[in-house]
């Protein structure tokens, strides 16, 4: 049983390294992109200077409607850190229940960790929010990138009574121990069933063309798996595709800006109405 459970550890880590090289940027540029439009600028607390965190835990639901919640934490400014390591404790009916948690690489970038190990159940509160009782974290490790340990011969360590937060408008998956925002992932494949629709089906009708054949090849490249490898073969290693779509829209948005502008400087510079009534 031991052999059993070593070789397909083993095997588990080789397919998540294999994995990775794939699909790995794709996430990385989706969640960049839903921290860069919705980036949390206040409310973070810190851990020795170290490690910062949100006192308020994202709550997931997941195929068995069972919420998940997430932890988000990320490194101080200034600081790039090799590996950490966490403690997180409650207790619930005179029972402790504690979760490890390790982060390999961490930097400004936040990242989420799902507390599966930790009960915690929502409590009414005046406030905004629903509290999920006392949490009491610790920090056991904070390597840097010359593996000096930032926490060795020191006890870095905080109580707080964190907060339910809900995101039913944004969707997260969970890949290689950690939840990633998709949101712009969805948005790409979107725009590509909604561009398929326009040349197969809006364009037959309007030129008389027949119907039939166009849905069927339009459902065939919409479907699930359809948008899946269309997606994924423009978006594999490097997510090209993806940079490439949303490099276009800032160009467009600050395109209308422009000219936002240049119509709102005409306006201005624009001569008085020779109709103006004078007083």
Same mark, same amino acid.
């Given at each position: 049983?031991?052999?059993?459970? &070593? ?11 294999? @994995? ?7 996430? /990385?540029? @989706? ?13 973070? !607390? ?9 006192? *308020? ?15 988000? %934490?990320?490194?101080?400014?200034? &600081?790039?850190?090799? *590996? ?8 619930? @009916?005179?029972?402790?229940? =504690? =979760? ?13 960790? #799902? ?9 009414? @509160? +005046?406030? $905004? ?48 121990? !950690?939840?990633?925002?998709?949101? /712009? ?14 040349? %197969? ?7 008389? $063309? ?16 359809? %948008? ?7 978006? &594999?290693?490097? #997510?090209?595709?993806? $940079?490439?779509?949303? +490099?276009?829209?800032? +160009?467009? !948005? ?5 000219? &936002?502008?240049?119509?709102? #400087?005409?306006? +201005? ?6 109709? #103006?009534?004078?007083?």
């Amino acid at each position: 049983m031991i052999h059993f459970d &070593l070789s397909f550890g083993a095997a588990q880590k080789a397919a998540d390294h294999v @994995s990775k090289k794939f699909f790995l940027s794709a996430y /990385e540029t @989706s969640d960049n992109a839903y921290w860069r439009r919705h980036g949390i600028r206040s409310g973070w !607390q810190t851990l020795g200077g170290i490690v910062e965190y949100l006192p *308020r835990f994202l709550a997931v639901t997941e195929d068995d409607d069972t919420p998940v919640y997430l932890f988000t %934490l990320r490194a101080a400014p200034n &600081l790039d850190l090799k *590996r950490v390591t966490l403690k997180i404790k409650v207790r619930k @009916s005179g029972e402790i229940h =504690q =979760q490890t948690i390790t982060v390999d690489g961490l930097c400004r970038i936040p990242v989420r960790k #799902a507390l599966n190990g930790i009960p915690l159940k929502p409590k009414p @509160s +005046s406030t $905004r929010g629903s509290k999920l009782g006392n949490v009491y974290i610790k920090l056991i490790e904070a390597v840097n990138g010359d593996g000096v340990d930032l926490v060795a011969g020191s006890k870095v360590a905080d109580i707080f009574s964190p907060e339910r937060m809900e995101s039913p408008n944004h969707r997260f998956a969970k890949r290689w121990g !950690q939840y990633w925002n998709i949101d /712009e992932i969805n948005l790409d494949k979107n725009n590509f069933k909604t561009h398929c629709y326009r040349q %197969l089906v809006q364009s037959a009708g309007q030129l008389w $063309r027949p119907l039939r054949g166009r849905r069927l090849i339009y459902s065939i490249m919409t479907g699930r798996l359809g %948008l899946s490898l269309v997606f994924w073969s423009q978006n &594999l290693f490097d #997510a090209k595709g993806m $940079r490439d779509s949303m +490099s276009d829209v800032v +160009s467009h !948005q600050k395109s209308m800006k422009r000219d &936002l502008a240049g119509k709102a #400087a005409g306006l +201005s510079n624009a001569p008085c109405s020779e109709t #103006a009534v004078s007083v």
